[in-house]
């Protein structure tokens, strides 16, 4: 028996060539797929021959091909044109609602090749919609559902033989033309006696940032808009310390990655375990890094301390909603004191943690959504917290899918779960509009209080606003008393002066340098004229972001072609002749309040009209493509960066800086300016062209208390 298991891809758009060509595609690449592993590794103990085939891989090599660049196939004919040449027994795929389409679509053109061989399906979505599937699709011949270690082995097993795979619990199957769903599995009891996932069998495991290990399954909690509780039938369990410690070492001294994501959907239902688990691994002569998920009411900051001390660098919190109501409604019961609480907490241990909420439930009203953008907002202030926010998706099966069942909507109104890109394939999409039933996360519940297409502009923008320009969000937030209320305005400020969105394409839109652009003259004129209350302060966050927005799309330069690049002009000290210039790519803008000041009053909630009022200088900086470097000058930096214009030399620049500061700390303007260009260079704020011989700076013993009031 040959078996070809065949990962889930969580990429679903990248038709765009822009898209094709970003770090989120090179990024998809970066999973190892544990589900398909898990599973390699029970079929290699019973001498199994197989291949791992992973669809993200196969999607990232379709990307860099002539097909795709030259538009002559599309995905589906690529994969089938790869798999053409494969010979298997059983081909397994997994699957997950976001990819679904694909992999049913590959799944097809794989069984038009090798008709003779079975196709069969795993992984959360094909487990809650199995029968569905195999009515629709008629080249799938199994679907095994939930946890398969126990069953997949039975079903290959039984394939071999007379029963040809019928009647295996898990597994349904067709007897003639009907679909018969067996009884389910058992849930696996003991998680330990499963093997070490097969990470051999995976070809990209070094390239992987982290590994993924599971430390046990199931969910005891019901919350309403959840697949994952009865995926694994709401039986918690967790694998012991030791062997989740075995694993991880194992796994590190293999690959030399110390970094792991720990998968289960409630880890610290169980307070002891986790204390156990901290203390076993606190006792381990090696250091692990890992992340899992929790909720914040089964966490307390003395086990968030104990976590962070055993290695914990991340932590998934599902909030959902910042609503006290609809936590009720949907089942979740969180106290939302409680979780910012913890989220303070986390943050101040240094844990990345992910905020996710969701919007777009049937009973939301705009009150909830604004506590839900007041929830987002008052995470943005923590360093650490990484807040996210989700567009509702029925996820089949789960109670809000039945409860809407009859009443699912279909338009280009998409939750980000099921669809995170720009254009959704056309094949796609004619079978998600055939089969409502197979494919509901691509559809949405009626939300009679709310907008949805307001909901969805929100969402682009707050994600792609906080990532770009979060402070001055903050500072809107603030200064408002809602984003909500900052969104109305800028919303509708945009569309009568701006028009529909290039294309009709929101999401496009908001990636889009446009917005930036927009959004800022949107503060400026709009905004600071006429609504803001502490208008020096957000004039400041404006000009600030401004200045970040100075270089869009340059990159840096090539070494060796910038002169800060060459080593060599380090080590030459700066002569009185020597005329210093900017570098490249380097812009400085003044502005009225000191920005750190500003940061520091939002981190903490302050007023903003507040904050004094003193000219500072920042400079922006090129960086590398996509990012732009920001510092914040001292007054001397700044005075002397004034100076720099590529014409004046040194003597000059001393010169006229003495007649405005003698001397700094008793230490003579020519010096201080001498070594404050050093100190400049050095950062690569500016460049020395050498003119005459130069004369030396002074002894780097003498340096020091210039340079400390330099970077002061
Ligand atoms: C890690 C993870 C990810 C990783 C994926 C890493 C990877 N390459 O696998 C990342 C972060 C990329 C990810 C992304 C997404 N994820 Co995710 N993810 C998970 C998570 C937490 C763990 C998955 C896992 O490894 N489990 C452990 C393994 C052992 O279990 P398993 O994969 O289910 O495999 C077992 C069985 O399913 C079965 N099986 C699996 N495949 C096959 C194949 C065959 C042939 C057979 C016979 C059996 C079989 O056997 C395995 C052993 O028992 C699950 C939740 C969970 N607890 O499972 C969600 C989950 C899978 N994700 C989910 C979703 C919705 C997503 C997203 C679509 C959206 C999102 N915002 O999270 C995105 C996709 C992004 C996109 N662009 O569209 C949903 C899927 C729901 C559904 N009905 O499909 C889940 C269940 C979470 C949830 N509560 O909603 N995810
Ligand atoms: S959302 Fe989280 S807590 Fe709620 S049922 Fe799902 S996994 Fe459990």
């Known amino acids: 028996m040959k078996v070809c298991l065949v990962s889930a ?19 998809i690449a970066e999973h190892s797929p544990l589900g398909i592993l898990s599973l390699a590794a029970v079929l290699e103990t019973q001498g199994i021959e197989q291949e791992i085939v992973d669809l993200n891989r196969l999607y990232y090599d379709y990307l860099q091909s002539d097909e795709f660049r030259q538009a002559t196939l599309d995905f589906s004919t690529y994969a089938g044109r790869y798999f053409e040449t494969k010979s298997f027994d059983v081909f397994g795929f997994s699957t997950i609602c ?22 069969v399906l795993g992984g959360p979505q094909a487990s809650v919609v199995d029968r569905q599937t195999m009515n629709a699709f008629r080249f799938i011949d199994f679907v095994v559902r939930g946890e398969a270690e126990q069953s997949f082995p039975m079903l290959l097993d039984s394939l071999s033989s007379a029963s040809g795979g019928a009647e295996i619990p898990g597994v349904t199957f067709r007897r003639g033309d009907e679909v018969v769903r067996g009884p389910s599995s058992p849930p696996i009891a003991d998680l330990d006696t499963l093997p070490f996932p097969a990470f051999h069998l995976y070809p990209y495991m070094k390239a992987c940032q982290y590994i993924p ?44 990655i110390p970094q792991f994501d720990l998968v289960h959907d409630m880890f610290t239902v169980d307070r002891k375990r986790v204390v156990a688990f901290c203390e076993e691994l606190l006792s381990c002569p090696e250091k692990f890094f890992w992340g899992c998920s929790a909720r914040t009411d089964c966490i307390d900051d003395d086990l968030i301390a104990l976590m962070a001390k055993a290695g914990c660098r991340g932590i998934f919190f599902g909030i959902e909603t910042g609503s006290a109501r609809m936590q009720k409604i949907v089942d979740k019961g969180l106290d939302l004191a409680e979780a910012k609480a913890r989220i303070k907490s986390t943050d101040k241990r240094k844990i990345k943690t992910a905020v996710s909420l969701i919007t777009g439930f049937p009973e939301e ?34 109670p809000i899918h039945t409860q809407h069942k009859d009443e699912l909507i279909c338009d280009d109104i998409i939750s980000d779960m099921s669809f995170q890109g720009w254009k959704q394939d056309a094949r796609d999409r004619e079978m998600i509009q055939k089969y409502p039933d197979i494919f509901p996360n691509f559809y949405s519940v009626p939300t009679p209080h709310l907008d949805r297409t307001f909901l969805k502009e929100l969402r682009e923008f707050i994600l792609n606003g906080s990532a770009n320009f979060r402070w001055l969000l903050v500072g809107l937030h603030q200064d408002s008393g809602s984003l909500l209320d900052v969104f109305t ?88 002749g020597d005329t210093p210039a900017l570098a490249k790519g380097i812009k400085v803008t003044t502005l009225d309040v000191d920005y750190r000041k500003i940061v520091q009053c939002l981190r903490r909630n302050g007023r903003l009209d507040r904050v004094p009022v003193r000219t500072v200088s920042v400079v922006t900086r090129a960086s590398a493509p996509s990012r732009t470097e920001i510092v914040q000058l001292s007054e001397l930096s700044s005075q002397l960066m004034a100076l720099c214009d590529g014409k004046r030399t040194v003597s000059e620049i001393a010169q006229e800086f003495g007649c405005v500061r003698p001397e700094v700390d008793g230490v003579p303007a020519d010096k201080v300016c001498r070594l404050g260009l050093e100190l400049l260079r050095q950062q690569h704020l500016v460049i020395v062209q050498a003119k005459s011989p130069c004369s030396p700076l002074v002894e780097a013993s003498a340096n020091q208390p210039v340079l400390a009031a330099a970077q002061a």
């Open 9 to 27: 891809p969580t990429a679903n758009d990248f038709a765009e060539k822009e898209i094709a060509e970003s770090d989120a595609v090179r990024l």
């Open 98 to 119: 976001s990819s679904y389409p694909v992999t049913l679509r590959v799944a097809g053109e794989v069984k038009r090749a090798h008709p003779e061989a079975k196709v």
């Open 213 to 256: 290990l599971e430390l046990g399954r199931g969910c005891p909690f019901a919350c309403t808009f959840c697949s994952t509780n009865d995926f694994f039938r709401r039986r918690f369990r967790l694998k012991t310390p030791a062997h989740m410690i075995s694993e991880m070492r194992r796994a590190k001294e293999t690959y030399g």
């Open 365 to 398: 009203t705009m009150e909830d959504l604004r506590d839900t953008v007041e929830f987002f907002m008052s995470s943005m202030r923590y360093d650490y917290a990484d807040p996210q926010l989700c567009l509702l998706a029925p996820l089949a099966e789960t």
């Open 489 to 576: 305005l800028w919303r509708n400020w945009r569309e009568k002066n701006k028009g529909v969105f290039p294309d009709g394409n929101v999401t496009r839109y908001y990636a889009s340098l446009s917005f930036h652009r927009e959004f800022l003259e949107f503060v400026r004129s709009k905004y600071i004229g006429g609504h803001a209350r502490a208008s020096v302060a957000l004039r400041a966050l404006h000009d600030y972001e401004a200045s970040f927005q100075a270089h869009p799309g340059e990159t840096q330069a090539p070494s060796g072609q910038d002169p800060t690049e060459d080593a060599s002009v380090y080590r030459m000290p700066i002569g009185l």
